[in-house]
């Protein structure tokens, strides 16, 4: 049992740098534009798609799939913010519209794929084979090229965000909007900007979760329900605690998943949640006054 229990924990910590990439993009929209994207798992289930299509249908290397997707489904962020966000901002109920009208996307872009690709799962090209033992833990070359993927992905996300004028701006347009605009931030680029960036960043997720399970049009659902429940967790607009949750919410459901079975993982993520806001309203590392970035 001890080794399976560090086979388990060691296997959490790959799907956890997963999870911290795919709520970091989620909880970014959220902390600059106050916008619930329900579109975010269908973006990702695209991105898995745009990487498969690369190699099968272009036959491109497999390694490009991965720039390719983040590229493509940024500029697909950006046209969403164009089209149908961007128009909406600043209207009466524009929150809730841009909630329905990213619920709408999402399903027509399952349906979408659901016409083109056909339900049946597909593997992702992107992915070694091969393992290695390691202090009685097996680990594979994957899931090593997911780790070095995904921390370097966060900590590039990490040093545009303090270190770039657009990153800064990010930051400003999130704790203070109004005082961002008046020393100059064009706020119109910066929520553009935001929404390709959170578009790239779920390609990018959905490329490495693909890798370990399959694609298929409704692949997007469940990843993005365990955003929810991560961004929830950890403070909704707060990055740093969605790292955090991101890291606890996946090591928690291996455990379970071992000692209780995989259909046991959710449902005590779920009650986790609840005990969670019951005494931390705002989150785990959620802070009473909004400073969401």
Request: charged share 10%; proline share 4%.
């Amino acid at each position: 049992m001890g080794a399976a229990l560090i086979q388990t924990i060691y296997s959490g910590l790959v799907l956890s740098s997963i999870y911290a990439l795919m709520a970091v993009g989620l909880t970014l929209i959220f902390g600059a534009l106050r916008v619930l994207n329900l579109a975010h798992g269908a973006l990702m289930m695209m991105g898995a798609y745009v990487s498969w299509l690369s190699a099968e249908w272009l036959g491109l290397p497999v390694f490009l799939g991965l720039p390719i997707s983040f590229l493509v489904m940024m500029l697909v962020g950006f046209v969403m913010y164009r089209l149908m966000i961007g128009p909406m901002i600043g209207k009466p109920n524009w929150e809730t519209n841009t909630f329905i009208a990213t619920s709408g996307l999402a399903l027509a872009l399952e349906s979408f794929a659901l016409l083109v690709f056909g339900p049946r799962n597909q593997p992702q090209p992107f992915s070694i084979d091969g393992s290695f033992q390691l202090i009685g833990v097996t680990v594979s070359y994957q899931d090593i090229l997911i780790l070095v993927v995904a921390a370097s992905a966060l900590i590039l996300m990490e040093r545009f965000l303090s270190h770039s004028r657009s990153g800064l701006a990010i930051r400003a347009t999130a704790q203070q909007p109004d005082a961002a605009q008046l020393m100059g931030v064009r706020q119109d680029h910066i929520f553009l900007l935001v929404l390709g960036v959170s578009s790239g960043l779920a390609a990018l997720s959905g490329v490495l979760l693909s890798s370990i399970y399959f694609i298929a049009p409704t692949f997007g659902f469940h990843p993005m329900l365990k955003s929810f429940i991560i961004c929830i967790f950890g403070g909704l607009g707060n990055i740093r605690g969605t790292l955090y949750a991101a890291f606890i919410i996946g090591i928690t459901e291996s455990v379970v998943s071992l000692f209780l079975g995989v259909r046991y993982a959710l449902p005590i993520m779920f009650g986790l949640i609840i005990i969670v806001l019951i005494f931390r309203p705002a989150g785990l590392f959620g802070q009473r006054e909004v400073v969401r970035l």
